[in-house]
């Protein structure tokens, strides 16, 4: 497969409409800088494509479709007249009226998974305990994880995705389901919302890439161990540095006090299924999200760092957007942290000439994990094969490419920190 070419059958259509958009630039040969007939042109083939994405996503359009399965669109999914009459009819029908946004249908279906088969098998476990079984359960957690951890990512952005008269569910099944998935109490919203989405990967981000070289397999293991080992304390201590005092009493006692419930299973119930439903997930998940954090944020503009279009990445492909809620527009989410996960797509079509000035990086067929082990194997030329070129970088050949990555993935000295990063930048 040709990265530079392969078009994936099992792409979003959203994604394949912006990936269309992208195509007809580089055939073009369109630049940033246009006379002004070709940028009416261009204005009204992106203007119809942006019209169709916004149709789609508004309940009060004939075009609207609901997200109601991660694997198969409704147009796709062939069902017998029977069943989609009585069974997923009615299911979407109602789904629409649980749910906060009528398109997110789907994590309702995927609350409905998770409660009949994560919770349950747990409590076999625990009830009954099997090596089979355990090793089973940990698979199926392994394979949910990621779209349940993008689900929960617009949970905690929105405060919850059902509707108000569901919200004691909404605001108690993160207790449940949570340590299941690998995540302790709370500590993603922490994390993720009060801490990264504050400082966006600046010098005072404890997930920040900055200080590391970022094709070092050493760097990298330095990088996942300070987060495995030490979040637990130097996230409440940034709380206490900043003076948010509150914040960082709940991020310590939602740690502890997961940390504390696994140790008491461990020691005083049962340690062998307290392994597979909650250690093992616990330390695949930290891994998990510091090698996706990590290929999000490795390619650091050199000139302006500080910029949300320089400092992250877009990626159009299926693990990163079907899958995972649109986890690839991850320069549209930093732009603009609260946006739905539905209207990533639009709102790049509709910035895509400011994200080519900006000469902001669109990748193709590669998720953030594939990002981080090319990167590691210092496999530029894959990359440069996966880029999509917008503006200038339309014109560039596939060498010039790979060397304008490798730049974007050098270490930034103190000095240069201090210089980039003037308010931010810690005495």
Known sequence: MDPANFIDPNLTAPDRLVLNSLREDIDAGKETQKKKG??????????????????????GTPDFEPTVFVSWDLPDLKLPP????????????????????????????????????????????????????????????????????????????????????????????????????????NSYYYHHVKHHHVEGNGPDDLSSTLRYQRDSLFDFLC??????????????????????????????????????????????????PTLFCFVLPFLQLRLGLMVGNWGQHALVDEVDPNSDYRSSITLIDVASNRYCYNDGY?????????????????????????????????????????????????DYSHLAKCLVPMGDQIGMGHDEIARMLRTKTRRFTEAEIQCKFPAKHRA
Not at 341 to 368: C, G
């Open 38 to 59: 070709e940028e009416e042109v261009e204005d009204e083939a992106a203007s119809k494509t942006i019209d169709k994405l916004l149709n789609w996503n508004n309940p």
């Open 82 to 185: 029977l069943v989609d009459r009585w069974l997923l009819q009615p299911y979407i029908k109602w789904a629409r009226k649980t749910v906060r946004v009528q398109t997110d249908v789907v994590m309702l279906t995927h609350l409905v998974l998770y409660f009949t088969t994560s919770v349950p098998s747990a409590i076999l476990l625990f009830s009954h305990f099997t090596w089979i079984h355990g090793l089973c359960h940990w698979l199926m957690q392994s394979y949910y994880v990621g779209t349940y951890t993008l689900m929960m990512h617009q949970h905690i952005h929105t405060n919850g995705v059902l509707q108000r008269q569901y919200r004691w569910f909404d605001q108690l099944f993160p207790y449940i389901t949570d340590p299941l998935m690998g995540h302790t109490w």
């Open 223 to 272: 990088y996942v161990g300070r987060f495995l080992f030490l979040t637990w304390l130097e996230l409440p201590l940034y709380f206490l540095r900043k003076g948010n005092l509150p914040c960082a009493l709940k991020t310590a006692f939602w740690e502890y006090s997961d940390m504390a419930a696994i140790y008491c299973l461990w020691t005083y119930v049962n340690w062998k």
């Open 330 to 378: 991850h320069t549209s989410h930093h732009l603009h942290p609260r946006r739905h996960w539905r209207e990533h797509p639009v709102a790049f079509l509709q910035q895509k000439r400011r994200y080519a000035a900006e000469q902001a990086l669109v990748f193709r067929n590669i998720d953030y994990i594939m990002i981080t082990v090319k990167l590691l194997q210092k």
